[in-house]
Structures are given as structure tokens and as C-alpha cells.
């Protein structure tokens, strides 16, 4: 709980801030359709899957299929 100067006097709950899988790969897709806007992507899976590595997600096409789904708004 925090107190009134703004300090924590509680622990904070473990995986409070952890958000789902399907939440990263949201996360995902919306950076990357900005960048694609932008007229930053040129590739869609192979950016995809670049960024679910940088994320420490699973890469597998399915996973991948969905970041470019969501990218598209499917």
C-alpha cells in the first residue's frame, strides 16, 4: 500500500506487471503497425518474428501469424 509521501510500506505483489502473452503480442502488432505507417517495415513476418526474439516470445508461426494478424487487424 502506498502511503501518503508516495513510498511503498507493502511488497508488491509478484506478477502484478506481468502481462499476458496475448497482451505482449497486442503490445507487438501495435508498435509495428505504427512503424508500418510509417513506412518503416518492409517485411511483415520477418519483423514480426524479430521482435517477438527481442521480446523473449516464442517465434513459432502461429505466434507469428498472430503479431501480423493483429498488425492487420484480422
Sequence with gaps: MDTADGTQDAPIQEGHDE????????????????DADAGAV????????????EAHLPTDDATVDSV??????A
Design 42 to 53: 518492409d517485411e511483415l513476418r520477418s519483423m514480426a518474428r524479430q521482435r517477438l526474439e
Design 68 to 73: 501480423v494478424d493483429g498488425i492487420r487487424g
Design 19 to 34: 502481462a499476458s502473452l496475448a497482451d505482449k503480442i497486442a503490445g507487438i502488432a501495435e508498435q509495428m503497425r505504427a
